[in-house]
């Protein structure tokens, strides 16, 4: 009788690794503040709610994203600057993050 062939299992301990390199949760990257929500909505209103790389009207809670245009781990003095924000729908809002962390600044 053939003998089956053993499973691939990651090596242990990779669990824990992957812990201590997890990024902190909203409350503690600041998304969770007043300052952050006042500075989210003002940049939703200003824009209408309409996606600036789409032009998609972004009506349903949660399909609209304050966006940064320059990333706050470059430049966090820009962190609450309105003019540093735009309104994106989840999808580019995606694209675009991904796009940023690939991209060397």
Not at 37 to 63: F, N, T
Not at 66 to 76: E, L
């Amino acid at each position: 009788m053939p003998q089956r062939i053993e499973m691939w299992r990651p090596p242990r301990g990779t669990a824990k690794i992957r812990r201590l390199e997890a990024r902190p949760n909203a409350a503690a990257r600041g998304y969770c503040s007043a300052r952050h929500k006042a500075w989210r909505q003002a940049v939703l209103e200003r824009d209408g709610y309409i996606c600036r790389d789409c032009s998609r009207v972004c009506g349903s809670k949660g399909e609209a994203h304050a966006d940064h245009i320059v990333p706050v781990k470059v430049r966090p003095d820009l962190r609450y600057e309105v003019n540093n924000g735009q309104c994106l729908c989840s999808s580019c809002h995606t694209r675009k993050t991904n796009t940023d962390q690939r991209r060397v600044f």
